[in-house]
């Protein structure tokens, strides 16, 4: 051991001294300090403009255009040029001679070599703690854990290019052979991820060999031991190899021998990142503060109560738009997506199915206008370099599932060891795949038998949950293809019909804009549901009231007559901006936000509600038109063509009224709730389709937290996380100009008068 830290002490002279190791210091700082400023600098300036600042700390140095992020994608630059000379050096000048003929070993050289560029490397990482322990300073309840996250990650990547550095410096005397053998190395291992995608051994052991990334996930605070092991791994190979070099040029081997020696060694590194890869021995820690790179606990809950296996089937239709998910090149990227969960449990199976079938699909239509399902498919295949076999007819895939249901998309089936099934959709939204507010939700439904079911009912000409249109509700209800759909949400759907007994599993039932009469037989049928404590959604409309008012009246409430106008300088005197109102925030927490960011619910055609609180129900206003400049019309029915005038002789007054209330009792040992709305267009495909560019509406907001607190909190499933603290940065614009100018010019000046003091006292010895 003396041994190694001689050699690694004097090659730490030999760095320190040369103009080479210092000019890389300052150009790292000054390169450092300059994106950190820069971050820093953007802060501050949105600060002072008034903007509401976020996770300050992983903004500066884990964000896209954080610190660590970006020193990661330079660092590869400053490594070969220290390392390329750690033996070529010694080769060139003959010195490496005296080394073989002295009591050294070649493990010595090499790790007494290794060991000065690890303490290199701390230098490195010091420097940027300067910038963390500013921030520390600066910035309101600062994640600390985060970043030393970030700087063992750092750490270890420095650690790894240096190996590889070492190694390189070990086959040649020429120095910048050795640099630009290093570069051609890193450039491999950035490369070879991509590597043999297509076969399923091969396919894993490129993809763990990639070193592209591997510090991400330290930077952004997810250790996890395959990603140590990594780096361990590939410093010890490169290690091992450059003392096997050694050991070839000091006692002259046969050339299979010192082969068999490497290739042997990366066969166990192989095994090693194979095994080390499964989701059954990775071990993690998240260390931010929020815990942002783990599942949240309900859903953590929800993958404990799966018991046994679990299989997730991935159907890829070459057809479809979104093949390019989950295609064999795709596959290692798609396990990423589920990591969160394979943490939980490692005991899941990825499989995967591809086939071709009848899809609709409009941009394939004016591709290949003139081919058939199977002619278009042999053509993509063809283009994707892919083999046509592998993809099973719409013959063969049916044999094994029926995809019809699901227009046959891209889907994923996942199916419980006991048989459950659900399915898991991508959406037509910019994000396309399904966040943990998705594969949470469903998976719930595999584990429990109270998931909430909507009743709509029909009949009497209400709104349709299945079919297109403004009017319908197929957008909020059961539109598969909608992230924000209700279906998939956690909630399942029927039609429902009064001329029977409303089934026992109704949990939640909408009576959506009567446009008939319920009749007295079909009255006692909704009686006995809202007697055992049903719960409802009851959507008017005006002009409806006749029809309306029978089913609520008993409730204590009433549509009023006529419609609720207001005073709009670009929209019809009907359309109604509602607001909520406090004490909604209570009931949900979906209904927070519409008050925090003084978000409306646009209503066009509403019509007022009175109430009373004789009917042993507690009743909230939960919407509510605007205090001025909003009444009652009693008189005009022609909103396009009349104008509207307010007429207090008639009994129209300019106030407030409710156009969405709640009302709540107990029956037994279960709370009843019901939602009232004076608009049913306020939840129409159209409405919560339409963007008004003055108009700042949370339409589906509401109906998230409607179908929330009706369903008892059951769906859709609650991943909040707690809000990150650091959201201050203690420094004025002013302040950070001077802040810039120390970093920028004042840190990298100081460590180069260090370099110059210690150069000219050398010089004078």
Known sequence: ????????????????????????????????????????????????????????????????????????????????????????REFSSGEVKLL?????????????????????ALVLVGILLVYVIFGMCTVESFDLSLTLSGLLGIYLLICAYAAIGLFMSCLTSYQMVAAMGTLAVLSVLNFIGSVGQ???????????????????EFINGLICSEDVLYFIVVVVLFLAWSIIKLQADRQKKALSATVGKYVGIFGIVVLIGYFSSRPVFKVFYDATRTKVNTLTPNSQEIVKQLKGGLTITTYTNL????????????????????????????????????????????????????????ERARELAKGLEMDFKMFLSPEQIRQKIDLSSEGNHFVRLIERE????????????????????????????????????????IGHGERDSKQDGDRNYNRIAQDKPFRYSLINQGFAFEDVTLEKKIPADISILVVAELRSPITDEQMKNLDEYVARGGNLLIAGEPNRQEYMNPLVERFGV?????????????????????????????????????????????????????????????????????????WNELETTNFVDDSVSLNPVIGEVEKSYPTALVLLRTIGSKEQKIVILGDADCISNGEVSIYRKTVKASNFAVIAGVFYWLSDGEAPIDIRRPVPPDDT????????????????????????????????????R
């Open 1 to 88: 051991m003396s041994m190694i830290y001689k050699i690694s002490k004097t090659e730490l002279q030999t760095l320190f001294y040369s103009p080479i190791a210092w000019l890389i210091i300052v150009i790292f700082t000054f390169q450092t300090s300059m994106g950190f400023s820069g971050v820093m600098g953007d802060l501050v300036k949105s600060q002072e403009l008034g903007y509401g600042l976020q996770s300050v700390t992983k903004n500066i140095f884990a964000g896209w255009m954080g610190l660590f992020s970006t020193v990661q994608q330079y660092l590869y630059l400053y490594i070969p040029l220290l390392t390329m000379g750690l033996m070529s």
């Open 100 to 120: 073989y003929s002295s009591p050294v070993t070649n493990t010595h050289i090499v790790l007494g070599k290794f060991l000065a560029m690890m303490v290199f």
């Open 198 to 216: 297509d076969m399923a051994f091969v396919r894993d052991v490129t993809y763990w060999l990639s070193i592209s990334g591997r510090a991400e």
């Open 319 to 374: 057809l479809d738009e979104n093949y390019w998910i989950a295609l064999p090149s795709a596959i290692n990227t798609d396990l990423e997506r589920f990591e969160k969960y394979l943490r939980f449990k490692p005991e899941i199976k990825m499989k995967y199915v591809y086939y071709y079938d009848k899809v609709k699909n409009e941009d394939l239509d004016k591709r290949y206008p003139d081919m058939n399902d199977e």
């Open 418 to 457: 006991s048989g459950e099934k659900t399915f898991l959709r991508v959406f037509d939204d910019n994000k396309r795949l399904p966040s943990e507010a998705e594969i949470s939700i469903a998976l719930k439904g595999l584990v429990t038998t109270n998931m909430p079911k909507v009743g709509f009912l």
């Open 558 to 630: 009433s549509f009023m007559p006529g419609c609720l106008v207001e005073r709009n300088e670009n929209f019809l005197p009907n359309f109604i901006k509602a607001r909520p109102t406090p004490e909604i925030c209570e009931l949900a927490y979906v209904f927070e936000g519409l008050l925090e960011k003084n978000r409306c619910v646009t209503m066009p055609g509403c019509t007022g509600l009175a109430y009373s609180e004789g009917k042993g129900f507690q009743v909230i206003p939960m919407l509510v038109s605007d205090t001025i400049g909003s």
């Open 729 to 764: 940065v203690y420094l004025s614009q002013r302040a950070m100009n001077g802040v810039r100018i120390a970093f920028m010019w004042g840190y990298p000046g100081m460590l180069l008068l260090i370099a110059v003091f210690i150069w000219l006292r050398r010089r004078g």
